[in-house]
């Protein structure tokens, strides 16, 4: 089975930074790709960015100039930097990987960032 954590988060002011790490284990992670997602109070989880197996990276417009996601297949994880912080950013920072061969979602714990004003 795939297990998926995140860690990094975090309680910060506005304009600060953020590196959000999630580790992947039991899986093919080279083959996988591997995505951010957040929740803010009250809100639906949203995309925030995409990282797939060749390395190619999107990020969502609401966060684009200020996050940037890459991965490091040698130490089987990913990163999610988060700069220039804003009040909206708050929510709880989901970590989530598309096993390869199965399709399998298999998502982490998540951490919390806390953004304030």
């Known amino acids: 089975h795939a297990h998926v954590q995140e860690s990094g988060g975090g309680s910060v002011q506005a304009g600060d930074s953020l590196r959000l790490n999630c580790t992947v284990s039991g899986s093919i992670f080279t083959e996988s790709a591997l995505g951010w997602f957040r929740q803010a109070p009250g809100k639906e989880r949203e995309l925030v960015a995409t990282v797939v197996a060749d390395g190619t990276t999107n990020v969502q417009d609401s966060v684009k100039g200020r996050f940037t996601a890459e991965r490091d297949n040698a130490k089987n994880s990913v990163y999610l930097q988060m700069n220039s912080l804003k009040p909206e950013d708050t929510g709880v920072y989901y970590c989530?990987?598309?096993?390869?061969?199965?399709?399998?979602?298999?998502w982490g714990q998540g951490t919390q960032v806390a953004v304030s004003s």
């Open positions: 989530m990987v598309v096993v390869a061969g199965t399709g399998q979602d298999v």
